[in-house]
């Protein structure tokens, strides 16, 4: 595991702290069990050495014969023996180490346990009441004490390098746990701000790591989502700048070509000006999703005169018409139409109507740009004299690329997206549009009904 600006890696981190925690632990466990293994053995020692004693107290003869015999009854342990008798008088190895009160207890009839001296060393001793009166008294090195001792504290000396080797390793396994989840979501991150999409983290660990997770998971979500849509938008307005280019061009080559002349040039001049600043208005669209303004259509909302607007959409659409020897015709009522929308979205919408229709209608066909008013609001239709619309066709018509894809090798196909991007304006636009097979004219059908200004509801009076 790497490390990142000359930090110590997490698993580093954890082993070190749960080893440290463990050796404290382990310390102060050791420090208290040195010290309590000292009295315990000390009180071993005493209550054996207590046992033997009440043993001897009980059988006269057996520590009458010991002490004449002056024997010693444990070997190695050294313990030595003392009778206070009834009158007072203490015989035995040990008689130097009973005291005064150790001797008045004894005769007291109570039981004796203490520490004295005896040549020199400190003894344990205990004493017990005889039955008779007085008493009997052992006594046993202290040494002894502290070899019980020595052989407990190195019984313990194991377990405890088990017990910190054992908090080691599940420090150990704690920070594999713990790290590899982040680990994960690290390079998860770094794939993220590298690029990469569609990739998730496992929701392993702790439930904050597991909530890291999730939160990266759901980034990937709502960049992946951001990113198609910018994505959509631009290659919508990629597709839709071409058609006032293909216009501006053709009038273009008509005035280089001199096929425009005279009386002619002004209105050319006006077209090929009107396209420009359509070009303008994309390009103003991509300048806003470059400043991350926004990731759809921008919306100037304004009173439009859907009349005027259709009058100059036929200009343009017409020359286009007539160098594909198709027929153009327009449908208008010539005289004001008004709504509150954005006139520069209704343009877009039927020039990608309109570019949709004359790429599948054959020479000799007609294409038909038509307005009616309706009710509070407006009906722009587009009809063409191609091959039309099944109604397998129409359900799918404005999926993005499905048409491109049922019929790519069988007719004119264009990159799949301006009937999805009508359809998106449509909405934007707070209308509606419907595709029909069966036109008067023999093909394709689209119905666009817009209100009298987004948003507002209204009941369409004309039954298209």
Request: glycine share 10%.
């Amino acid at each position: 595991m790497s490390t990142v600006d000359g930090r110590g890696s997490l698993t580093r981190s954890i082993v070190l702290l749960t080893s440290a925690v463990a050796a404290v632990a382990v310390l102060l466990t050791g420090l208290f069990a040195w010290q309590t293994i000292r009295t315990n053995a000390e009180a071993q020692e005493r209550d054996q050495l207590s046992r033997q004693a009440e043993v001897l107290a009980r059988t006269p003869p057996l520590a009458s014969w010991m002490l004449d015999r002056q024997q010693r009854i444990a070997g190695p342990e050294d313990i030595k023996l003392a009778i206070v008798r009834p009158s007072g008088e203490i015989d035995g190895p040990a008689a130097v180490a009973v005291d005064a009160a150790s001797r008045e207890a004894l005769l007291a009839g109570d039981s004796v346990s203490t520490t004295a001296r005896l040549d020199g060393d400190d003894v344990l001793l205990e004493g017990a009441p005889t039955l008779v009166g007085g008493g009997l008294v052992l006594t046993q090195p202290m040494g002894a004490v502290d070899q019980a001792t020595n052989r407990m504290r190195g019984s313990l000396v194991l377990p405890l390098i088990l017990g910190l080797t054992g908090a080691a390793l599940a420090g150990a396994l704690l920070a594999r746990r713990l790290a590899r989840p982040l680990v994960t979501a690290a390079r998860t991150a770094h794939r993220l701000s590298e690029g990469a999409r569609g990739v998730t983290v496992p929701a392993e660990g702790p439930a904050e790591v597991a909530e890291l997770a999730g939160a990266l998971n759901t980034l990937d979500t709502a960049l992946t989502h951001s990113e198609n849509r910018q994505r959509d938008f631009l290659l919508s307005v990629s597709h839709e700048i071409r058609t006032p280019l293909t216009t501006a061009r053709g009038y273009a080559e008509a005035l280089a070509d001199e096929v425009i002349t005279g009386e002619e040039v002004p209105e050319a001049g006006r077209i090929l000006r009107t396209e420009i600043e359509r070009l303008e208005h994309f390009v103003g669209d991509l300048l806003a999703l470059a400043r991350l303004e926004a990731d759809d259509f921008r919306l100037d909302i304004v009173e439009v005169d859907l009349d005027a607007l259709v009058a100059e959409t036929a200009t343009a659409w017409s020359a286009r018409c007539a160098r594909h020897e198709v027929d153009f015709r327009v449908e208008r009522p010539e005289r004001p139409v008004l709504i509150t929308t954005d006139g520069f979205r209704v343009r877009q919408l039927l020039d990608g109507l309109a570019e949709n229709a004359l790429r599948v209608t054959p020479a000799g066909q007609p294409v038909v740009l038509a307005l009616r008013a309706d009710g509070p609001g407006a009906l722009l239709e587009v009809r063409d004299g191609g091959p039309g619309l099944t109604d397998d066709d129409i359900e799918v018509a404005f999926v993005r690329g499905a048409l491109t894809d049922r019929y790519r090798g069988v007719r004119p196909v264009g990159s799949g997206l301006g009937l999805a991007i009508a359809h998106r304006l449509a909405g934007r636009l707070g209308g509606t549009i419907t595709a029909r097979g069966g036109a008067p004219e023999g093909g394709a059908w689209f119905i666009v009904r817009l209100p009298p200004y987004p948003g507002a509801p209204y009941t369409p009076l004309t039954n298209a």
